[in-house]
């Protein structure tokens, strides 16, 4: 088991964090964990804490129910930070890292500053949602999950036209 489902396992309160001014990889990936880990822990309160996104990405599961509340005052055993490479660019989101019994950031940015407790970090990554692949078990992402990892891959390799589209991309997309 990876760090990212160790540490989901262990916690019945999770909250995901993307960065501020949320674009489809940073909305994909939060949805994606979030959408996987309701699946195999419907007993779990899990929620997601985004700027509001824009409403293009309405399509995806769960997207009407991110949350934009900084001010809930609730705790979470694990705060899972995804595409944002450091606490600030978390916004007022970053109480909810800062009350956090454990933390995890996954992300693909090369300026990642290592600042949850256990960092996933490939700058070689195309996005995020590339990486989810790698910290994901295959046989149980579902097709809501898969529309969430497929969208952000798509935002950020701009339909598969930059430069960091890779072999592993298209893989991760396919």
Not at 20 to 40: E, H, I, S, T
Not at 67 to 90: H, M, P, T, W
Not at 122 to 145: G, W
Request: charged fraction near 25%.
């Amino acid at each position: 088991m990876n760090k990212l489902l160790e540490l989901a396992h262990a916690a019945q309160r999770i909250a995901i964090l993307g960065h501020v001014r949320p674009d489809g990889d940073c909305v994909g990936a939060c949805l994606a964990v979030w959408n996987y880990l309701a699946g195999q822990y419907p007993d779990r309160e899990i929620q997601v804490y985004l700027e509001t996104p824009p409403v293009k990405f309405r399509y995806l599961k769960r997207f009407d129910s991110i949350s934009q509340d900084a001010d809930s005052g609730k705790q979470y055993d694990l705060c899972i930070c995804l595409d944002s490479s450091d606490a600030a660019r978390l916004g007022a989101f970053a109480v909810y890292l800062e009350g956090a019994a454990r933390s995890i950031c996954i992300d693909h940015h090369i300026t990642n500053r290592g600042y949850a407790q256990e960092n996933l970090v490939d700058p070689q990554a195309s996005a995020t949602c590339e990486l989810l692949c790698d910290y994901l078990e295959q046989d149980r992402i579902d097709r809501d999950v898969a529309a969430c990892i497929y969208t952000g891959i798509l935002h950020d390799t701009n339909v598969f036209k930059n430069s960091n589209t890779t072999a592993k991309t298209m893989e991760a997309a396919g």
